[in-house]
């Protein structure tokens, strides 16, 4: 699950960015409201982490953008600027949460979280669907209330993906792109099928479906 975070100070944007690799969300950084609208025209995010005050405008004014634009992705603003007053007007302006600068890298995780169950429908950290539990907390995952199975961080993550996205035909670019972010050097398009190799082993052959020439879809029930 990929992460566009908008951050100009470089000792905690490198910070942030190993916080939520650890968490497993991989994270393109921005440094640059210039930067940000590049990388919004050309990946997909699942959710932005924005900080107000860069360089060559206000996080808030793209943010905005981004809302008229269309742009329905969670977004949760990281500023210094802690008066109840700034946070309405960010809030107003199409953010999704607040948090203010000092914090707890917990606490990001959790409001992280919470953003993407919220978006998701859910009101708990075990994603199910089709007979798959998602334990994100533990990264395991168990089918029709059988034993639980630890996961790869890899895998973990690109079922994640799946049960994020179910019904959708999803390509191994889009798979690879959501595995890596843009600084690294992403493997060949064949570890995808690795990775679906070992996934299927834990939930049967079923849930996930090769749609040949297309990619891989998650069965939604």
């Known amino acids: 699950m990929k992460l566009l975070l908008l ?9 942030l960015v190993e916080c939520l690799r650890d968490n497993g969300y991989r994270t393109d950084l921005a440094t640059s409201l210039h930067v940000a609208r590049s990388l919004m025209t050309t990946e997909h995010y699942e959710l932005a982490i924005l900080d107000l ?5 206000s996080g808030l004014d793209l943010l905005k953008q981004w809302r008229k634009a269309g742009h329905d992705l969670p977004v949760l603003i990281l500023t210094a600027r802690d008066t109840w007053e700034d946070k309405v007007i960010g809030l107003k302006g199409g953010a999704d949460d607040y948090l203010t600068k000092p914090f707890h890298d917990a ?15 859910r009101m708990s950290q075990e994603l199910a669907l089709n007979g798959v539990s998602l334990d994100e907390a533990d990264r ?15 895998e973990f993550l690109l079922l994640r993906y799946f049960m994020h996205h179910p019904g959708h035909v ?28 070992r ?20 069965v939604a029930r």
């Open 53 to 57: 005050g860069l360089p060559d405008g």
């Open 170 to 197: 999803l390509s191994k670019d889009n798979l690879l792109n959501q595995l890596y972010a843009l600084d690294q050097d992403a493997a060949a398009p064949n570890l995808i099928e690795v990775y679906i190799a």
């Open 7 to 15: 951050e100009d100070d470089d000792l905690l944007a490198e910070s």
């Open 140 to 154: 395991r995952v168990r089918v029709d209330g059988g034993s639980w199975h630890s996961l790869t961080g890899t």
């Open 107 to 121: 606490e990001l995780i959790a409001r992280i979280m919470a953003l993407l169950r919220r978006k998701s429908g």
């Open 199 to 218: 996934l299927r082993r834990h939930l049967g052959k079923s849930i996930i479906q090769t749609r040949r020439g297309q990619g891989y879809v998650f």
